[in-house]
């Protein structure tokens, strides 16, 4: 089996990308003789280079003709080049089957994914680990007959990359990757997890991600970032906590950090007193654009949580989203304002895309949502019925200031 992704390229983060590399230990554990090899294609180079070209490098790098299978990413930055590569991929091996899993799978019906994507054998909808494996099998007495695959899994089923060797670790990396859980317990409109997940989070054995943090702990890694959508939920992140205290602070950690009604006081100063930078996604700080996004959030306690988190000096970095529903130039400028009041010294933005199967997508229409297309071909929200194309361009370079 060969796994192709479509990555943007971060050169200081060892590879293959953490979703392939769970994927890879899981058949490690699970079959160790099967051969499964990934390919990633870099968008930076398909700007550079052409669609064409990277097909050419795949063809050199691989003898596609020699496998069964061949699974494909599917994210909304890869959308733009999976049908021309199924098509390049048949062109050489006609036979071969093609899997495709991501989250642009969500939200459409067999019919819909068939006349999107033809010739596709299967498609992978929610988490990949044991669907893959199945399909690859052909395992299941239904398989054959069944095109949309979504297979549950437990925290059981969430191999490491580290513990299984697929990751190659050496002193002084710059950066890694780590999960201690998957899912959101929360509903934005904006996010895929709500439709892929529904709501459900899934916790790693708490000694199983203890000994990944051990053994990261023997080398000397610069940055270890935390990719849990929320870190700060389920029953075992407190315990984590106190295991990354254990780290010297030559080695840095990135938290998704939710900001609850009331903070912990006990736990921010545990924070505080490690390396540790507190990614906090806020988005806006607007009533009525939260609520338009499923967020309902109060807006004057957020501020006074993060006053409280600065004053206690915790690295803090603060992201927004501009091109959300009912924003305006006004509002976004009036939020970057507040946290620069607070005196927060990293803040980002980042523009809103429209993610297939989640329920903003689902109401383009009713907030006037019109796409664009950025650098790496990715479609992102640029006007709408409170913004035009040029306050949005206001808003991006503003993004591009802060």
């Not at 033809?118 to 399909?135: F, H, M, R, T």
């Not at 009604?261 to 490690?274: G, Q, T």
Request: glycine content about 6%; charged content about 25%; overall charge negative.
């Amino acid at each position: 089996m060969l796994i192709i992704t479509f990555d943007i390229d971060q050169p200081d983060v060892i590879g293959p990308s953490y979703a392939v590399g769970t994927i890879l230990a899981h058949f490690k554990m699970k079959e160790p003789n099967r051969v499964v090899e990934y390919y990633s294609i870099n968008l930076s180079d398909v700007r550079v280079k052409g669609i064409e070209s990277i097909f050419f490098d795949l063809s050199n790098h691989f003898s596609l003709v020699s496998y069964e299978y061949i699974a494909i990413s599917a994210y909304i930055w890869s959308e733009p080049y999976i049908n021309s590569l199924i098509q390049f991929i048949h062109s050489v091996h006609r036979t071969v089957r093609i899997i495709l899993g991501g989250y642009q799978i969500a939200g459409l019906s067999i019919s819909e994914l068939n006349l999107k994507y033809p010739d596709v054998y299967k498609y992978i909808e929610g988490y990949s680990e044991k669907a893959i494996l199945n399909i690859a099998n052909n395992s299941l007495d239904e398989i054959d007959t069944q095109q949309l695959i979504n297979m549950p899994i437990d925290g059981c089923d969430i191999y490491s990359p580290y513990l299984t060797n697929i990751y190659r670790l050496y002193n002084n990396i710059k950066k890694v990757r780590l999960e201690t859980k998957r899912g959101c317990p929360y509903r934005c409109s904006f996010c895929s997890h709500d439709v892929c997940h529904s709501g459900k989070v899934i916790e790693k054995n708490i000694d199983y991600v203890i000994s990944e943090l051990n053994i990261l702990k023997k080398y000397s890694i610069g940055k270890i970032n935390i990719i849990d959508p929320v870190f700060n939920c389920g029953k075992n992140y407190k315990i984590i906590l106190q295991e990354i205290a254990k780290y010297d602070h030559n080695t840095a950690f990135t938290l998704q950090y939710k900001l609850n009604e009331k903070l912990d006081f006990n736990e921010l100063e545990l924070i505080a007193c490690s390396n540790i930078c507190l990614e906090i996604g806020i988005q806006t700080l607007d009533d009525e654009v939260l609520k338009n996004i499923s967020r309902p959030t109060n807006v004057k306690n957020t501020i006074n949580n993060l006053i409280e988190i600065n004053s206690i000096g915790i690295d803090t970095e603060v992201s927004l989203i501009y091109g959300l529903p009912g924003q305006t130039l006004k509002i976004f400028i009036e939020s970057i304002e507040v946290l620069k009041k607070i005196g927060l010294k990293k803040i980002k933005a980042y523009p809103l895309m429209l993610l297939r199967g989640t329920k903003l997508f689902l109401e383009k229409q009713k907030w006037g949502l019109v796409e664009g297309i950025d650098e790496f071909g990715i479609p992102i929200v640029k006007k709408s019925n409170t913004f035009s194309e040029e306050d949005w361009e206001s808003m991006n370079e503003l993004a591009l200031k802060i």
